[in-house]
């Protein structure tokens, strides 16, 4: 069984989506047998590399939103993030381009750390104030988690993973994601948002069940002694 999951390093629900689907598949029975694939998604994609400002000054300058609603945006998705184990600090996040990050993830998935890399990314940028359009940054986290740092400048020298990058858009967009995070199960069922992880079993599950049917064994009509709610067969 197969898992896109479309989603932004610059997302804060990405990353709380993520423990819960995290805690949903752990559970699986048959976990040992999911693919999970980090596609790429960007919110703001013509943020510049650098932006001088907060993320409070970015919802309300670029976005038109109240700063108190986004203040108390901040305290209900900080308050959500710490439910799953997350410490946000939204004073200290750095509003950047998150291009080259996935230009990064996309290095890493070919080299095996993609999961890896992917919480590296979500816990640098909304836990550590790291700034995910610097190139100094993403070296620094790419190699930290266990990546070559010599290939990950190559990697961004020459835009490597640029193609694969917007082909992630375009998909998204074949698909009708219209936000994240986004979770496709076999390109048969979709799973918009930070669901409960509760919502993730049970689509697992039916995804599962529909794609391993059960088959009864021939038993050329010879009936067998069973139990059932109201009693045993004599």
């Not at 989603?7 to 040992?32: M, N, Q």
């Not at 945006?73 to 381009?97: C, I, P, S, W």
């Not at 698909?175 to 979709?190: A, Q």
Request: with cysteine.
């Amino acid at each position: 069984m197969k898992i896109e999951i479309w989603s932004d390093v610059a997302c804060p629900w990405c990353y709380i989506g993520k423990r819960r689907f995290e805690t949903a598949l752990k559970a699986f029975p048959h976990k040992d047998s999911v693919e999970v694939q980090w596609r790429s998604y960007q919110l703001d994609p013509t943020i510049p590399e650098h932006y001088d400002g907060t993320e409070l000054s970015y919802l309300s300058e670029r976005k038109g939103m109240d700063p108190a609603q986004v203040t108390s945006m901040f305290a209900h998705v900080t308050e959500q993030a710490k439910g799953e184990g997350l410490n946000y600090r939204f004073d200290d996040v750095v509003v950047a381009n998150s291009f080259n990050a996935h230009q990064l993830l996309h290095l890493a998935a070919a080299k095996g750390r993609g999961d890896i890399v992917k919480e590296a990314l979500l816990s640098a940028h909304f836990e550590h104030g790291a700034d995910i359009g610097n190139r100094g940054d993403l070296v620094r986290i790419g190699s930290e988690a266990g990546l070559d740092a010599a290939e990950i400048n190559e990697a961004l020298d020459t835009d490597k993973y640029a193609d694969e990058v917007r082909q992630d858009f375009a998909d998204a967009r074949t698909i009708g994601v219209t936000g994240v995070p986004f979770f496709v199960i076999d390109r048969k069922y979709g799973i918009s948002g930070a669901q409960p992880a509760e919502v993730f079993s049970r689509a697992l599950e039916q995804a599962w069940q529909e794609a391993n049917p059960l088959t009864m064994v021939s038993t050329g009509g010879a009936d067998a002694e069973v139990c059932g709610p109201d009693g045993c067969a004599i």
